[in-house]
């Protein structure tokens, strides 16, 4: 039985669309593999300071349990510790963490590992394969995968290992943990700092990150999704292609490869192809609500209502707050011919994105009179 410590962890961010901007002019890319770069630093390596105030937590009375939450309470609680503050981004390694006393949930990963390191514990990061978030950040949909921080022996059955988990006020009840390498961890969060750097519109910077993501662990299908995704948005869709083939080739049924290429093949007009993963797309586990709500909607336009209705369907168990749900199920009413039941639909997309940006909502407000009206005129 795996043992909880504490609370509050989000991993590497893995991007599952290109955003809604212009691409830049074509630029050269290298494909697949990446030219040799410097080795990349491990992000939970120690700094004096770090070392010192972790030695000091290896006095403490106890064992490795009472020892890992005398330094969670350092980070967060204790007059004399960090007093970290959460922030969503950027993600920073423990010397940064331990400097700014902020940051975000992988941040918090690394910290951990580095003070309990420093105290001579066992400590090491845990991938969790079963727990799996989706949240839009601007134009753009991003999926997060789980890493929590692991003390002790897990053993054949995980019974003497406790996980110190940073993801605060989430019910979670995990199946599945996998004990994974230094380098592995290294490769997630520089594929998540490339995210974060793409999105940010600094390129030169997401360059260099995912490169040396695929330096530390070329077998991971996250950084080749992404870098894929990257090229696509540089304009240069045969990079595109071929990383994220070689993603797929690594991880077949890797969700956000599949539905990125099935988007590029149906961009540069390869329908036939793009049916062909998106259909894989939505066999694949840990399903994309973003996602399903898309393909729902091409269903609606081709004349698929229950096709379409039971997409919706899936999405909204997987995550009642997306307004985009709502916004579809009313377009599939008035397909229906349910005026009252699209309105009753709008509105909930309406209450569903209160907390998104002015901008979301306007638009939103844009289609659904735009739909009303269409309607109106039938």
């Known amino acids: 039985m795996v043992r909880k410590l504490a609370f509050a962890t989000l991993l590497a961010t893995f991007l599952l669309a290109p955003g809604a901007r212009a691409a830049p002019p074509p630029q050269a890319t290298n494909g697949v593999d990446p030219p040799p770069a410097a080795e990349p630093l491990l992000p939970f390596q120690t700094t004096p300071e770090i070392r010192q105030v972790g030695a000091r937590f290896g006095h403490y009375p106890g064992g490795p349990k009472e020892k890992a939450d005398a330094i969670v309470r350092f980070i967060f609680h204790d007059e004399d510790g960090l007093a970290f503050e959460y922030r969503r981004h950027p993600t920073l390694t423990a010397a940064e963490a331990f400097e700014q006393r902020a940051g975000n949930c992988l941040t918090l990963v690394n910290l951990f590992i580095a003070l309990a390191r420093s105290a001579g514990l066992d400590a090491y990061p845990v991938e969790v394969s079963d727990f799996v978030l989706f949240h839009r950040q601007g134009n753009t949909v991003v999926r997060s995968t789980h890493v929590v921080g692991g003390i002790g022996d897990p053993g054949p059955a995980w019974g003497k290992q406790w996980t ?215």
Not at 231 to 250: F, K, S, T, V, Y
């Open 164 to 378: 110190v988990d940073f993801l605060p006020d989430r019910p979670k009840a995990y199946r599945s943990l996998t004990r994974i390498s230094d380098r592995r961890h290294a490769s997630l969060y520089y594929n998540s700092v490339a995210v974060e750097a793409m999105l940010e519109g600094d390129e030169d910077a997401a360059d260099r990150a995912f490169r040396q993501s695929l330096a530390l662990d070329d077998r991971a299908p996250e950084p080749l999704s992404n870098y894929g995704v990257f090229a696509r948005r540089l304009g240069d869709p045969e990079a595109a292609e071929e990383r994220l083939q070689a993603a797929i080739a690594r991880s077949p049924s890797f969700l956000p490869a599949l539905t990125n290429l099935a988007a590029l093949y149906r961009a540069i007009g390869q329908p036939e192809r793009a049916a062909e993963y998106e259909r894989r797309a939505l066999e694949a586990k840990n399903q994309n609500p973003y996602y399903l709500v898309g393909v729902a909607l091409r269903r609606l336009e081709a004349g698929s209502l229950n096709e379409a209705h039971d997409l919706l369907v899936r999405a909204r168990r997987i995550d009642r707050n997306i307004p985009e749900i709502y916004l579809v199920l009313g377009r599939l009413d008035l397909a229906k011919g349910h005026p009252a039941a699209a309105q009753r639909n709008f509105e909930v997309a309406r209450r569903r994105s209160a907390e998104l940006s002015l901008e979301f909502q306007e638009g939103l407000d844009r289609k659904i009179e735009r739909l009303l009206m269409v309607a109106s005129t039938n």
